[in-house]
Each structure stands twice: as C-alpha cells, then as structure tokens.
Nanobody, 119 residues
Framework: QVQLVESGGGLVQAGGSLRLSCAASGRIGSINNMGWYRQLPGKQRDLVAAITSAGSTNYADSVKGRFTISRDNAKNTVYLQMSSLKAEDTAIYYC?????????????WGQGTQVTVSS
C-alpha cells in the first residue's frame, strides 16, 4: 500500500504564504495523479488542486492565481505553494495519490495537515 505523509501545515497570517509537501512511500507502481483536498468540520472534502504525472494541473476556482501545485516524480512528492492566504483557506489539507501497481488501481490518502489563516 502506498503511504502518504503531509508536512508544512501551520499558522499563518492572512496575506502570507505556506508550502505543503506530501511524500509517497511504500509499494509504489505508477503514480498517475496527485492532488490536494481540504475539509472543514461537517463539510465534504473538496478538491483544491491536482496534477498528473505529465504535469497537467487543475485548480478549484477559489484558489486559482493564488495556489500552485507541483510534483517531483523522482522524489514521489507533491507540493502545494499557497500565497495570498485568506481566512477561508483555513482547513485540514489532505494529500491524495492515484495510480496502478501492475493491473491493480490504488488510491491513497494522507492523514492531513492543519492550515490556519488568521487576520
């Protein structure tokens, strides 16, 4: 099973920046898609940004122009650079990876990292 470990969360003032990292380890075959999701208590987990192995990206409208997702395939790591942070960005951020090991598909989630934006 692929394991994902997030890091980089913490406290930041509105307008500030923060970078999240997610490293994949374990029995890794081919990781195709990696992404970041966020969730507030009582609400569903929503996509923030995603990136394919080829580098194609998708962003939630609320973060376009402020967040940048990137990945280092050699390190099996995905990053989320967050800038111009707003209070509404406060959430638990989860890393996700999807891919295949042989013919078997897998999908893995990290444990989440808290991001808190204050004014």
């Amino acid at each position: 099973q692929v394991q994902l470990v997030e890091s980089g969360g913490g406290l930041v003032q509105a307008g500030g920046s923060l970078r999240l990292s997610c490293a994949a380890s374990g029995r890794i075959g081919s990781i195709n898609n990696m992404g970041w999701y966020r969730q507030l208590p009582g609400k569903q987990r929503d996509l923030v940004a995603a990136i394919t192995s080829a580098g194609s990206t998708n962003y939630a409208d609320s973060v376009k122009g402020r967040f940048t997702i990137s990945r280092d395939n050699a390190k099996n790591t995905v990053y989320l650079q967050m800038s111009s942070l707003k209070a509404e960005d406060t959430a638990i951020y989860y890393c996700n990876a999807q891919g295949t090991i042989g013919w078997q598909r897998f999908g893995s989630w990290g444990q989440g990292t808290q991001v808190t934006v204050s004014s």
